[in-house]
């Protein structure tokens, strides 16, 4: 166990930042690297699902030690009191996913209290990719898919069941489609499309990359891509595009230009304008 202790202060390069991301289910993310920092023993009134970055955490739950490293993702119940603190003189860089009380069934606390650590290389990939789509603003849609399909896999794995598969389902998948294309600009929340077809939003979201070949929100962002590309062609300047085809703003737009079309909105404009 590491010498650190609350009252060393601050550590060389510590920081916090945490985000409240309005995604359902998911109350706050954070992101933090701490040295000398060690967390007295305390509870969450969330789910709190933790990935370590860099270095190692050693922390007590249920009267056990534990320790949490790149290996693994933790999972800490809510009201199960617990501490933390660096397990290296290096200290750890972590990320932090918090879910809402009820985001899975209170059964599922006794067992993540006995055994915190899932290492399936697969639900680290989903739990890093869900908290940094919702570390980022105007990225809302793409997170809510990815928190419904991280919880279902925490529901199952509590319930002693393999990780859901994704299952053919054709007719919902067209039927969602048929919902984004309808709402390409003002959007839709998934719950509000899963409550519409009759499904759950994680079985919704499997069904459409299974049939589609990508997930919703890529399948949204596209459409908004190209419907940005076109007013542009069409002479729109690109904080007005972004706007009009539904971006959270032009910096949004951006991000989403340059990895789609391989250039930015601005140089895109510039050059339909030069050839105009």
Do not use: C
């Not at 390069?13 to 023993?41: D, I, K, N, W």
């Not at 915190?116 to 990225?139: I, M």
Request: charged fraction near 25%.
């Amino acid at each position: 166990m590491a010498a650190n202790s609350a009252a060393a202060g601050p550590g060389p390069g510590e920081f916090v930042r945490s985000r409240r991301p309005g995604v359902p289910g998911v109350a706050e993310v954070l992101r933090a690297r701490f040295t000398r920092h060690a967390y007295p023993m305390h509870t969450h009134d969330t789910w709190t699902v933790l990935l370590v970055d860099e270095g190692a955490v050693d922390y007590g739950l249920e009267r056990h030690r534990h320790a949490g490293d790149r290996s693994a993702v933790t999972v800490l119940p809510p009201h199960v009191a617990h501490d933390g603190r660096a397990a290296t003189p290096e200290g750890f860089r972590k990320r932090v996913v918090y879910l809402e009380p009820d985001a899975l069934p209170a059964a599922a606390a006794g067992f993540f209290a006995g055994a915190p650590a899932l290492g399936d290389p697969r639900a680290w990939t989903a739990v890093s990719a869900l908290h940094e789509a919702a570390s980022r603003p105007g990225e809302e849609f793409e997170a809510a898919g990815r928190a419904a399909l991280v919880v279902d896999a925490l529901r199952s794995r509590a319930a002693g069941g393999p990780e859901p598969a994704r299952h053919e389902d054709s007719p919902l998948a067209r039927r969602l489609r048929e919902l984004l294309d309808e709402h390409v600009v003002d959007g839709i929340a998934l719950a509000d499309a899963a409550a519409l077809l009759g499904a759950s939003t994680a079985h919704l979201v499997r069904a459409f990359g299974h049939h589609h070949g990508l997930p919703p929100h890529a399948y949204l962002t596209a459409r908004r891509v190209d419907l940005a590309r076109r007013l542009l062609l069409a002479g729109t300047r690109p904080a007005e595009a972004a706007a009009r085809a539904g971006f959270h703003d032009q910096s949004h737009l951006t991000r989403h230009f340059r990895r789609v079309l391989g250039t930015t909105p601005a140089r895109f404009a510039g050059v339909v304008r030069a050839g105009a």
